[in-house]
């Protein structure tokens, strides 16, 4: 399971290598809330592709693998448990990095790839916002993006679990 505190090592080493990310999934929607309200087996990332050797170059410094490919909409980084040298405190489980390139355009909204090419997930401009994780703000999608990705597929308990908190904290509808 991912930790707090390796959500914001990840995020400070990123920073460090001078890129932007923001957090989306089951961390993203924790950090809306300013709590965390389950365990979380990854950390979702989306990330400016103009970026992406930075990141891949900083992760790897970090002990990140890649451990999938499936570019241009998706990749996955792994780590072994983290020994005390790694960013954040050890873990006794693998880290897990699912990664989301963007391509931004001038007004702030940005585009990724899906497996439907002629259906790109769009994230408008207000997409992107600040949220808290373990009292620090760190940048993530919004309330709106979250409910728009969580649609057109069988939801999972985890998925119904993170709708509900977001129906209950902002008061939007939602798919189930």
């Given amino acids: 399971m991912t930790t707090a505190a390796e959500v914001l090592s990840v995020l400070a080493l990123l920073r460090r290598a001078g890129t932007d990310v923001w957090i989306g ?24 592709r103009d970026q992406e050797p930075a990141v891949l170059a900083a992760l790897a410094g970090a002990g990140f693998t890649e451990s999938l490919d499936q ?8 780590a072994p448990p983290g020994p005390p040298s790694a960013p954040g405190p050890p873990s006794s489980t ?12 001038a007004d702030g909204s940005a585009v990724q790839a899906s497996f439907e090419p002629d259906r790109p997930f769009r994230y408008p401009a207000t997409s992107f916002v600040t949220g808290r994780i373990g009292g620090t703000p760190v940048p993530c999608l919004s309330a709106e993006q979250q409910v728009s990705f969580h649609q057109g ?10 709708m ?13």
Avoid: K, N
């Fill in 94 to 105: 693998g880290r897990e990095l699912d990664l989301h390139p963007l391509v931004f355009a």
């Fill in 164 to 176: 509900a908190r977001l129906r209950r904290a902002f008061g939007i509808a939602t798919h189930f």
């Fill in 71 to 78: 570019r241009p909409v998706r990749f996955v980084l792994s």
């Fill in 153 to 162: 597929y069988e939801p999972s308990p985890r998925d119904l679990h993170d």
């Fill in 25 to 48: 999934g089951g961390w993203g929607i924790d950090a809306l809330l300013g709590e965390q309200t389950r365990d979380h087996r990854d950390l979702d990332l989306m990330h400016r």
